[in-house]
Structures are given as structure tokens and as C-alpha cells.
């Protein structure tokens, strides 16, 4: 067995529609359907330009079983942040800023260019570009 990389991330959110919103404009994800819909949980998978859901999106309801103990918006802790491979750094810089979210630029860091931003439920994005 070998490990080739992060297939997807699943963040819980009480605004499923502001965290829809936040990935489509701030990383150029696509909407997708999520398998969660036929057992009646709200949710949504964010498709990258091959389809791929990169990141997975599970509204918090009463009852849900994912959500017990979980509160979204309050620190992970031990998680710290969640990368995504980039391109596009000055179209995505241009992007960011128009949506008005805040969000910090490391550029040169690492020998890459970065900018990092929090979505609507505290979870900290990095965004990496690599020879951009």
C-alpha cells in the first residue's frame, strides 16, 4: 500500500449556502451533487475543473450524527490549516480580493507564492502556487 495524496476534505458548516458561496468564488470550485442528499443530509461536493470533489460540504442539522460534539466555526486545534495546489496566482489574488474576504499573501515563502484565507467556518485555506 502507499499513500498518493489528500483525495478530499469534509468541513461541517451551519451555512451550507455561505460556504458554497466561499469555495466557488474564493478556489473556482464547482457546486456538485453530494451522495449525502438520498439519506437526507444537506450537502454539497466542491469539484475542481476535472470533477473531482476536493472538497466535501455536510450542513449541520439537529440530530445529524456527523455533527454531534462538533461545533463549525470554533478551532480545530490540532488541524492547523488545509492546502490546495494552485495556479493562477495573480487571477486568483484578483478574485479574493473582489469578494472582500481578508485574506494574506507569503510571497516568495518556501519558493512558492501563498495566500492564505479563513472560510466561513474558521477553517484556515492555504493556497499554494507553485512557479507562479
Wanted: proline share 4%; aromatic share 6%.
Amino acid at each position: 500500500m502507499s499513500t498518493t495524496g489528500i483525495d478530499h476534505i469534509n468541513i461541517l458548516t451551519n451555512d451550507l449556502e455561505e460556504t458554497i458561496t466561499f469555495y466557488e468564488a474564493v478556489l473556482g470550485l464547482t457546486r456538485g451533487e453530494s451522495p449525502a442528499a438520498a439519506m437526507g443530509i444537506q450537502g454539497a461536493w466542491m469539484c475542481d475543473a476535472a470533477g473531482h470533489a476536493l472538497v466535501h460540504l455536510i450542513g449541520n442539522a439537529p440530530g445529524l450524527r456527523l455533527g454531534e460534539g462538533r461545533t463549525p466555526g470554533q478551532s480545530t486545534n490540532a488541524v492547523h490549516h488545509v492546502a490546495f495546489a494552485c495556479a493562477g496566482f495573480d487571477a486568483a489574488k484578483a478574485r479574493i480580493a473582489a469578494t472582500g474576504h481578508p485574506f494574506h499573501v507569503n510571497d516568495g515563502a518556501y519558493g512558492l507564492r501563498q495566500i492564505m484565507i479563513s472560510d466561513p467556518n474558521a477553517v484556515s485555506v492555504e493556497m499554494n502556487f507553485h512557479g507562479d
